[in-house]
């Protein structure tokens, strides 16, 4: 009986030992999972940095497009609509489509096609090409985008395109 009252001793003096051991393990532990968040938080802000511009870029895009979009839609309606007197009108109602886009700008211009393929201007197409001609309405659109945010090496601004062409009805 003796000898089983020292066998649990020594299992219970190892059994605390081991208990002893995970404890200062687990204590030492404590700051390693606030060591490495205080670590990750910059590369976590300049990710989330970088998906911003990256969305108002992308906005920018979009919204210069759909005002090009916007402006050959208008100006495409009829003959009398696509005239060159009328591309003051036809830049308007795409930089309508971008009112939130700073230093946007738009230019129309008409282009005409041959039934052979030769693109000519379309003041001398009926001359030219004879009565089978196909007009289009031209708008090209830019704007310059300026990031919030400047990261050396890459360009303070850019300049964001866009260009739509369509039939004339």
Excluded: W
């Excluded at 379309?122 to 089978?132: E, I, P």
């Amino acid at each position: 009986m003796n000898d089983s009252i020292a066998n649990r001793s020594h299992g219970d003096t190892q059994n605390n030992m081991a208990r002893r051991l995970i404890r200062f393990m687990l204590r030492a532990n404590r700051g390693q999972a606030l060591a490495e968040f205080a670590l990750l938080i910059p590369v976590m802000v300049i990710i989330l940095l970088g998906a911003g511009e990256l969305a108002r870029l992308a906005y920018a895009s979009i919204e210069i497009t759909n005002a090009a979009h916007a402006g050959a839609e208008y100006g495409a309606q009829s003959y009398q609509l696509a005239r060159p007197a009328n591309y003051s009108n036809i830049e308007a109602a795409a930089a309508l489509d971008a009112q939130n886009i700073p230093g946007f700008t738009a230019t129309a211009q008409d282009v005409c096609t041959c039934e052979n393929g030769t693109t000519v201007a379309c003041d001398s197409a009926l001359t030219t090409c004879g009565s089978s001609y196909i007009a289009y309405l031209q708008v090209n659109t830019s704007a310059t985008y300026a990031p919030l945010f400047h990261c050396p090496g890459l360009p303070q601004t850019y300049t964001v395109t866009a260009k739509a062409i369509m039939r004339v009805q």
